[in-house]
T-cell receptor, first 111, second 113 residues
């Protein structure tokens, strides 16, 4: 089972920031938080990941709370092409590298 | 360009007719895996491979086989497909070290009639 909880759906206006929350209250100290998205039925696409510090790349920012029990993915200026299902995944170091996908959040960016 | 390539993208077949879905990656990744995606069930791992000649079952391996004879290729084999294997399949690869991203293929939509 997925170790994360996400809202099933969210809406965002084009050009505005999209803030997608994720709860991972049982996360262990060596587990990372990963975000992927899936546009329509395409292959999932990596967005960002982090351990405890906030992270930013060209796609998004990841804010992880100090207790690491939740995080927020921020798309700073959402576009229509950001409409997708966003998955928050907790993954530890080593092991099978398996990604356990939950149901994710369906983000709809509206014009 | 770093990529994972699956073929075919779409396939309709009949029950019992053996088929192979190919997967190839150009990133020299050690770890490769197969997922299936079904409505209401999300993405589930079928098989994975941590390196050449090293494969293991994922969460839903029944009815599937894999092989890893070369590092770049990881074919998924359905010896006797059944309608319950109608699904959307994804191949993925990563370098097998923690703290790295996985790359996914574009998917293979399989229909077994």
């Amino acid at each position: 089972d997925a170790k994360t909880t996400q809202p099933p759906s969210m809406d965002c206006a084009e050009g505005r920031a999209a803030n997608l929350p994720c709860n991972h209250s049982t996360i262990s100290g060596n587990e990372y938080v990963y975000w992927y998205r899936q546009i329509h039925s395409q292959g999932p696409q990596y967005i960002i990941h982090g351990l405890k510090n906030n992270e930013t790349n060209e796609m998004a920012s990841l804010i992880i709370t100090e207790d690491r029990k939740s995080s927020t993915l921020i798309l700073p200026h959402a576009t229509l092409r950001d409409t997708a299902v966003y998955y928050c995944i907790v993954k530890g170091q080593g092991g099978s590298e398996k990604l356990v996908f939950g149901k994710g959040t369906k983000l709809t960016v509206n014009p | 360009e770093a990529q994972v390539t699956q073929n075919p993208r779409y396939l309709i077949t009949v029950t019992g007719k053996k088929l192979t879905v190919t997967c190839s990656q150009n990133m020299n990744h050690e770890y490769m895996s197969w997922y299936r995606q079904d409505p209401g069930l999300g993405l589930r791992q079928i098989y994975y491979s941590m390196n050449v000649e090293v494969t293991d079952k994922g969460d839903v391996p029944e009815g599937y086989k894999v092989s890893r004879k070369e590092k770049r290729n990881f074919p998924l084999i359905l010896e006797s497909p059944s309608p319950n294997q109608t699904s959307l399949y994804f191949c993925a690869s990563s370098n097998g070290r923690s703290n790295t991203e996985a790359f996914f293929g574009q998917g293979t939509r399989l229909t077994v009639v």
